[in-house]
């Protein structure tokens, strides 16, 4: 099993950006992120496939971009214009396939970090 690393969050005032990385030890076929707001269930915000492809939810789409490093072991979360409504745990999730990537089917998850959105 391996756990990914992340690091990245923290407190900023809305309409601020962040940027959250993933790092693992070896290139993943998909990396996704994934938030948890109190009260909600766990929703899938973005994931990268080891080819290119990128794909973001609507609801922050335009806003958050996922992308990866050149190495490909580094997985980022680009989030501007942030509002209260994405204060959340971010976690990142390793999957051996981008394919129904939202169910997180045998991932390997990182320790997830706290953002937080003030107005």
């Known amino acids: 099993q391996v756990q990914p690393v992340e690091s990245g969050g923290g407190s900023v005032q809305a309409g601020g950006s962040l940027r959250l990385s993933c790092a693992t030890p070896?290139?993943?076929?998909?990396m996704a992120w994934f938030r948890q707001a109190p009260g909600k269930e766990r929703e899938g915000i973005a994931a990268?496939?080891?080819?290119?492809?990128?794909t973001e939810v609507e609801s922050v789409k335009g806003r958050f971009s996922i992308s990866r490093d050149a190495s490909f072991t580094t997985t980022y979360l680009q989030m501007n214009s942030l509002q209260p409504e994405d204060t959340a745990v971010y976690s990142c999730?390793?999957?051996?396939?981008?394919?129904?990537?939202?169910?997180?089917?045998?991932?390997?998850w990182g320790q997830g970090t706290q953002v937080t959105v003030s107005s």
């Open positions: 990268s496939g080891s080819g290119g492809w990128t």
């Open positions: 070896y290139v993943f076929n998909c």
């Open positions: 999730a390793a999957l051996n396939s981008c394919m129904d990537w939202v169910s997180a089917r045998n991932a390997n």
